[in-house]
Structures are given as structure tokens and as C-alpha cells.
């Protein structure tokens, strides 16, 4: 069996959710002993240097610095031409023409259930493309219970099509030493922190709801350190602004993925209130560095974090607030909740995600 892969997403140099989800998954196929041939497709004009191992370990790699007709065309043709059996998507939309059974990834339904946040044009590929990708694929890959209970709920998906995948965090997300001391080296970050919107800035983190927890707290010197972006949503930008505690609100926007580790460390607990989420990374990210985790108990996370988060309405200001000072106030709260974080995230692996796509990709070629 030869499989096709749309890798554009790992020639992107900030890493999100598809990139995040491309670069690993890629990781984990790749060093499966007996796998089937895996060719990448890749358009960019860009070349991180995490991309090139995984483009030599390929069976074949196609890439080109001219994105233009890559999807609707090129992509396909040249899967044509390399006889694909299986064709993977994980940025969630199919060509209008495949050479071979397609499997895609999809993530979330958030702009269903909070369509106000979102732009008018997100919100046609939500009415269109993506649910059109969904029943056209021979199977679709989710990566909680959740999105596959919203997958059958929104838009009839049958479920025997869809295939759970969990994400994980990656090796480097460990317990890292003097991270305190190194975050105040590489980013001016003294003290006490809290840490918050690891990923995008968009609105359904709901990074107003930590600004103002952050002003009610009963410790007054604890800061809070923001990570992602490129850009964070109006509401948010003038939540911080216009803070009683601006000053002690420290905006990072994208870091490394190298440097990631060290900022969960060195965070007395990561703050996630998020009101939709599709699978929830940076909570296992966070436990595998044995950070305690406050989040919210919506969507997903429920399953992703067990019982080793403290979990809140995420529209309650007084319940996250609350969360937070129980946990910043009570070291053994924070220890215990390291404890079970860390063993929590050991629970995942990329290598059983990789395990789980590959029996899709056999179910998508009728094996």
C-alpha cells in the first residue's frame, strides 16, 4: 500500500494546531519498522529545519515553492501519477478531484457552536467545504469523542466512518530544570507566573475570562505570561489594555517549539478556560512538564485531562478564579496535581496516534 500525504502544513515555521498535528503524526508514521510506502506532498515557500528530516525519511517527497492550483490540482495529479492507494488531508478539505480513497482530518466544530466568533468566510467552509469533505472521504479521522459526537450530531457523518485519533504531547515536553531562571534569561520573566492561550489568540480561548481572574486573585504579585498569537482578538487586546493588573501582564506571542517546554515549567499552573476545544494540546503539553492545569470542563477537555486537571465552567469568572487560587495558594494541591499530570500524559503517544491513522489508512484501501 502507498500513501499520499498533503505535508504543506510542515513547511509552515509557527506551529499551530494542523501544523503541531502534521509534524507529529508525520514523526510517528515515519518510524513504524513495517509501514507502507508513504510518499509527501508539500507546497511552501518556506523550509523549517524540522521539516527536512521527515522529507528524507519519506519513501518520496514532492515539494515546490509555487502553491498555486496545489490543492484543487497539482496535489491530485501528481498522487495520480505516483499510483497513491490512500490520500491523507489533515488541514480538513478534499480536492474536487482525488485519484484514490481520501482520508481527512478534522478537528473541530467550534464555529458551529460559537458562529458569533468567527468571520463570515471561516463560516462558509463550515457550511460547505469541510461537511462536503467529511462525506466524500472514505474515512474520517477526529481527534476527540467530542468532534466525532459533533461530526454525527451537526452533519450526519455515519459513525462508523470516523476513527479517533488522540493527540499527545511530543518527547520534548518534560520537567525542565531551573526553568524559572531561564525564562527570566530569555524572555525577562521574574517571579511567580501564570500561563495562559498556548496556540492561537482566537477569541474562544477566552482570554478576557483569565485577564479579569487575574485582577481578583488573592495574590497580588503573581503575573501572567501569554504565549501565541500571531495576534490576539479585540476583545482581548482591551481587556489587557484597560486591566487593573497591565502591568503585571507579559505578552510573548509565538515562541519556539524548543523553548515551549521551558515556559510550561516554569508556569505555577497553566490557566485554560477555553470555551471549545477540539482535542486540547497544551493541557497535556503542560502535565507532561508537571505544571498543574486549570481549564475548563467544555467540549473535549473533559477527556483529555481525567481527573488530573482542575476543571470550571469556563463562563464563571468567580469558578476560575476560585480554581486558581486554590491551586496557587496550596503547594501540596500543586504537587499532587503535577503528579497526576505527568502520569496523565503518559496515558498518550504519538506513536499510538500514528498506530491508530495507519489502521485507518487499511480501512480507507478496504484491507
Known sequence: MRIGIDASHLLRPEKSGVETYTLNLLRGLL?????????LYAA?????????????????ARVTTAPRLWLRLRMPLWMGLDRVRVAHFPAGILPRWVPCSAVVTLYDLAALHYPELYDPRELQHYDELIPRSAHRSAVVLTISESTKRDLVRYWGVAPGKIVVTPLAAAPQFVPVR????????????????????????????????????????????IRLVIVGGPTLDASAQAAIEQSSARDRIMLLGHVPEECLPTVYSGAALLCFPSLYEGFGLPVLEAMACGTPVVCSNASSLP????????????????????????VLSDRHHREALSAAGIERARQFSWERTAGLTLDAYRKAAGE
Open 44 to 60: 511552501g515557500a518556506e523550509r523549517p529545519t524540522d521539516a527536512d528530516p521527515l522529507l528524507a525519511m519519506a519513501d518520496r
Open 303 to 326: 477527556e483529555v485531562a481525567g481527573s488530573a486537571a482542575v476543571m470550571v465552567e469556563p463562563e464563571s469568572r468567580e469558578a476560575l478564579t476560585e480554581a486558581m487560587d486554590a
Open 31 to 39: 518510524a513504524i519498522g513495517d509501514r507502507p510506502e508513504v510518499y
Open 178 to 221: 531551573d526553568a524559572a531562571h531561564s525564562m527570566q534569561e530569555r524572555f525577562g520573566v521574574s517571579g511567580p507566573y501564570v500561563l495562559a492561550c498556548v496556540g492561537s489568540g482566537h477569541p474562544r480561548k477566552n482570554l478576557v475570562a483569565v485577564v479579569e481572574s487575574l485582577e481578583r486573585l488573592q495574590q497580588p504579585s
